[in-house]
């Protein structure tokens, strides 16, 4: 049954891609209206998301949500789509991690896959790479993934106890899940669940809110909550053809318990410990042009970045893990060029490099730390630091550091008294 299922659902996405006709469309899954793929898709992706992205790509979409929307991307991160479809979560997750990111789509579907490599080179996506395998059985190493996001696909699998294993698995320690699915606000009737044309439908295997956070914390992940995002209305003209095997008296009393949702969770995070994994300790000349490469591929400017600029604290164990850098300014000083290699941005090295640095500042006697950021404002807070606006930096700081003119005006400034 398992195996029937598996091609019933890669047949009615093969026509869907080929005849254009999306998963709930006419020739579909669903049944003969395209109004009801539109009661799923539609109005999930804002124009300025899928610019410069295929023309047709935003049409052949089959997803129930937005998950690269709600998921935090950052640059440098490795993500991976499950059952990536024509591509267009993959496309939009390898902007938002950059040239230094990567974007892994997988999909079981030739025609699927056909059409996302096409899209790809339409778009000149370069990090951006498409595999051929089941959601099951994911062919990428362990630990070797940041985000794993998925659009209305899980839903589809008739053994997701063995996808979220498999998402455990690939996941680095302090992964996460961004998951758009549907699910159910209560159980379906039995006969819903034992038909294929709803099971490829992306209704009969949608799991319970409850069951989908209880199969998640058994495989080990944190933090995991539902999140609804669209509740669908089952008695419309167009959205009784996503329910064909359904009586009006069933639609009426399975009403409102249809819905979309965003999926979190994390994998917990594996913690180094400094002295026993890594040590922290001054950079010397040496160490430079490690310390601009770091910044380079996290995206971050590595202007005036130099030995005689500042004291910069680096976290190495053999390779540079981190690095933290402190320009005195009487006795204020300027936090910068704040990086972490991903494959260790999960690790308390970021942590432990910021309590290290305030540990060294209050004791040569500085009182006021400022800096600078785009991408870590919410660490700092965790340690005091407030909100101010830039022109509340000194001056002199802001004319002596190279950042006052690098930075550009959307970093946050910040604040904290020592």
Not at 8 to 26: E, F, L
Not at 61 to 71: D, E, F, K, M, V
Not at 211 to 227: H, M, P, Q, S
Not at 236 to 254: G, R, T
Request: proline share 4%.
């Amino acid at each position: 049954m398992n195996e029937e299922i598996r091609e019933q659902v890669r047949q009615r996405y093969a026509k869907a891609i080929t005849t254009r006709a999306g998963c709930c469309g006419s020739s579909g899954c669903c049944g003969d209206s395209r109004d009801a793929t539109s009661v799923i898709t539609g109005n999930l992706y804002q124009d300025a998301e899928v610019e410069g992205l295929p023309q047709n790509l935003l049409a052949t979409s089959l997803g129930c949500g937005n998950p690269t929307a709600l998921g935090n991307l950052y640059a440098g991160e490795t993500v991976l789509d499950l059952g990536s479809g024509a591509g267009l979560d993959v496309l939009l997750s390898a902007k938002r991690v950059g040239p230094t990111g990567k974007a892994y789509g997988l999909d079981m579907t030739d025609e699927m896959l056909a059409e996302a490599n096409a899209n790809k080179a339409k778009a000149g996506m370069t990090n951006a790479e498409f595999l051929k395998g089941h959601i099951e059985d994911i062919p990428l190493p362990d630990g070797s993934v940041d985000v794993v996001v998925s659009n209305c696909v899980i839903n589809l699998s008739v053994d997701k106890d063995q996808v979220f294993r498999e998402i455990y698995r690939v996941l680095k320690p302090g992964g996460r899940v961004a998951v758009s699915d549907i699910v159910t606000t209560k159980p379906l009737p039995e006969g819903v669940r034992k038909s294929l044309l709803a099971w490829s439908g992306c209704v009969a295997g949608a799991l319970t809110s409850d069951e989908y956070i209880a199969k998640l914390t058994g495989t080990g992940f944190e933090e995991a909550e539902v999140v609804v995002t669209r509740v669908y209305d089952l008695i419309s003209p167009a959205a009784k053809e996503l329910a064909p095997w359904a009586s009006a008296a069933e639609l009426e009393e399975f009403n409102g318990s249809l819905v979309s949702a965003f999926i979190r969770a994390k994998k917990p995070t594996r913690a180094l410990r400094a002295g026993t994994d890594y040590t922290i300790r001054a950079a010397g000349g040496e160490c430079f042009p490690a310390i601009r490469g770091l910044l380079e591929r996290s995206d971050l400017t590595a202007a005036g970045v130099s030995a005689d600029r500042g004291t910069y604290y680096l976290a190495k164990s053999g390779e540079l893990l981190g690095v933290l850098g402190v320009e005195r300014y009487g006795q204020a000083s300027l936090l910068r060029s704040f990086a972490v290699e991903p494959a260790f941005r999960k690790t308390r090295i970021g942590q432990t490099l910021i309590e290290h640095v305030l540990r060294q500042m209050r004791e040569g006697g500085c009182v006021t730390a400022y800096v600078l950021t785009n991408t870590a404002e919410s660490l700092f807070a965790k340690y005091g630091f407030r909100k101010i606006q830039r022109e509340q930096i000194p001056g002199d700081i802001l004319t002596s550091s190279a950042l006052g003119t690098a930075c550009p005006a959307s970093c946050v400034s910040m604040c904290l008294e020592l």
